[in-house]
């Protein structure tokens, strides 16, 4: 694996246990208010500011991760 390959999954656990954090505790009021936007079962993902924060780290952890090798 390369640097980019471990670099990447270490965000994505670092994401990963942001948005576990932000799902089990109560946090700060989310940015966008995803009850209205999505249905409900997908809206309970994102309660508040950490776990969206945490779902956009590991969103974002995907370009390094599965980015081509050389």
Do not use: K, Q
């Amino acid at each position: 694996m390369s640097r980019l390959n471990v670099f990447g999954w270490g965000l994505m656990t670092v994401g990963c246990v942001l948005w576990l954090y932000g799902y089990l505790a109560d946090g700060h009021a989310a940015l966008i208010a995803w009850s209205e936007l999505l249905p409900g079962w997908i809206a309970e993902f994102v309660p508040n500011l950490e776990a969206e924060v945490g779902m956009a780290t590991m969103i974002a952890a995907m370009v390094p991760t599965y980015w081509p090798n050389r």
